[in-house]
């Protein structure tokens, strides 16, 4: 579906379904600064947009959907507001600014609650309604957790993994692990619930990821990127963990094996493997003995590869439905139906 050429960032449109079977705007707001990010609660119907500006204006949609309203707007951020998350359960809006900050508000009343400075400009955002830990990645390749309180937030631990910077988040509340993607291609689990300090990585991108989305009813992770990769990882299966130390060491240099971390140049070895129990969909160096110690069981896939034909920058997963809408440098909004392979 191609936007047409009027529509320009500083304008929000709702799309709906005509009974031709295509999707046509039914709503056109002109916003006083190019949009952003955005987040809208299907429950309370409430959109809250992003802007480049700093400010997030909150509307109410109808029922119908084709008529919006302006209830309030929060001057968040100093510059362009990366993220935004609409908490119902606490009436918390939380979001992160190109200025390193990450800001909470009140959806009530608007007030400010708190804030806290990130040491980079953060591009990923999730929270747990149970223990109100907020995650936040952001562009160093670090991810920081917060304790929020009603006025107050408090440093529980950070995460560094990344060799590039961190560009998506997910988490998985029942698990209790979160997915991490990268400019570095990468997409790491972390296991926070357990308490291990243990990670695992997945490669299954030649770019930067750009978006994930986890599907809990079948424990498939769903991972986007800059490539028009929309890759999905069975996380069902038993992986290898790797030492969070060793993510961005020795290990995974250009001239070591990428199972055993031994040295190996290419006159060394010249083999290559696939290794998915690992993360490595794609073949990678691995020195002779491990080469020959790699059975056909343990190179079968454990993710499957679709191609979007477009630069994804943004994603949006409707887990009821098993729908992916993706959008593109290319402006054309993409509706995918992954039942097929989500299911």
């Not at 916003?31 to 309370?44: D, K, L, Q, V």
């Not at 008529?67 to 100093?78: C, G, I, N, R």
Request: aromatic share 8%.
């Amino acid at each position: 579906m191609k936007l047409p050429k009027e529509l320009k960032r500083e304008t929000v449109r709702v799309w709906l379904k005509r009974d031709s079977g295509q999707y046509w705007p039914s709503i056109y707001h002109a916003m006083p600064s190019p949009c952003s990010c955005m987040s809208f609660n299907p429950e309370t119907r409430r959109l809250s947009i992003g802007l480049d500006n700093g400010t997030i204006s909150e509307f109410i949609l109808s029922e119908d959907y084709n008529k919006m309203t302006l209830v309030k707007s929060y001057q968040a951020h100093q510059s362009r507001v990366m993220m935004i998350l609409f908490v119902l359960e606490m009436e918390w809006v939380l979001s992160t600014g190109q200025d390193k900050h990450f800001t909470w508000h009140c959806s009530e009343s608007g007030q400010r609650l708190g804030g806290y400075r990130t040491s980079a400009g953060a591009c990923g955002l999730q929270f747990d309604v149970e223990t109100r830990h907020v995650f936040v990645g952001d562009h160093s390749g670090q991810v920081t957790i917060l304790k929020l309180e009603q006025e107050s937030c408090s440093l529980v631990t950070t995460f560094k993994g990344h060799t590039g910077g961190v560009t998506a988040l997910c988490w998985d509340p029942i698990q209790r692990v979160l997915f991490s993607g990268s400019s570095d291609h990468s997409i790491i689990m972390w296991d926070i619930g357990g308490r291990k300090g243990t990670a695992i990585e997945l490669q299954g991108h030649n770019d930067k990821v750009q978006s994930l989305s986890y599907a809990h009813h079948t424990r498939q992770l769903i991972s986007c990127g800059a490539d028009g990769g929309i890759v999905v990882w069975n996380m069902d299966v038993e992986r290898q963990e790797v030492d969070p130390r060793c993510l961005s060491a020795c290990c995974l240099l250009q001239h070591h094996c990428r199972k055993c971390g031994k040295a190996v140049c290419g006159k060394c070895s010249s083999k290559r493997s696939s290794i998915p129990l690992m993360g490595f969909e794609f073949e990678v160096r691995v020195c002779d003995s491990c080469h020959d110690s790699i059975t056909d069981e343990e190179r079968a896939p454990t993710a499957t590869f679709h191609d979007s034909k477009h630069n994804i920058v943004h994603v949006h997963f409707d887990a009821t439905r098993g729908w992916l809408l993706t959008s593109g440098t290319d402006k054309v909004i993409k509706l995918w139906d992954m039942t097929p392979v989500v299911s």
